[in-house]
Nanobody, 120 residues
Framework: QVQLVESGGGLVQDGGTLRLSCAAR????????MGWNRQAPGKQRELVAV???????NYADSVKGRFTISRDNAKNMVYLQMNSLKPEDTAVYYC??????????????WGQGTQVTVSS
């Protein structure tokens, strides 16, 4: 019913920049919180950043000052601007969204993930 499709991952050098995008598709009435999480090999998935429908944001301490989350409510999209990337940022990045459908159903949906690799 809902698909979240991420794009923008890739390979970048230490100190480089990437911008991730995530599009939510389906019979979506509204989206509450949207966010980005990541999972590095051998580690648990962790929250990177979240943004509410009103634009309030919250970040993991490890990315504060380097990453910026934003969204376009009209397009049902969320973005993650990643600056000053470090090798420890290497992970699969997943977007997620709290969605209300036109049917009235609500749910938390996840994308398939996009790989970000930062070389030293």
């Amino acid at each position: 019913q809902v698909q979240l499709v991420e794009s923008g991952g890739g390979l970048v050098q230490d100190g480089g920049t990437l911008r991730l995008s995530c599009a939510a598709r389906g019979r979506i009435f509204s989206i509450n919180t949207m966010g980005w999480n990541r999972q590095a090999p051998g580690k648990q998935r962790e929250l990177v950043a979240v943004i509410t429908s009103g634009g309030s944001t919250n970040y993991a301490d490890s990315v504060k000052g380097r990453f910026t989350i934003s969204r376009d409510n009209a397009k049902n999209m969320v973005y993650l601007q990643m600056n000053s990337l470090k090798p420890e940022d290497t992970a699969v990045y997943y977007c997620n969204a709290g969605v209300r459908l036109y049917s009235g159903e609500t749910g938390d949906y996840w994308g398939q993930g996009t790989q970000v690799t930062v070389s030293s």
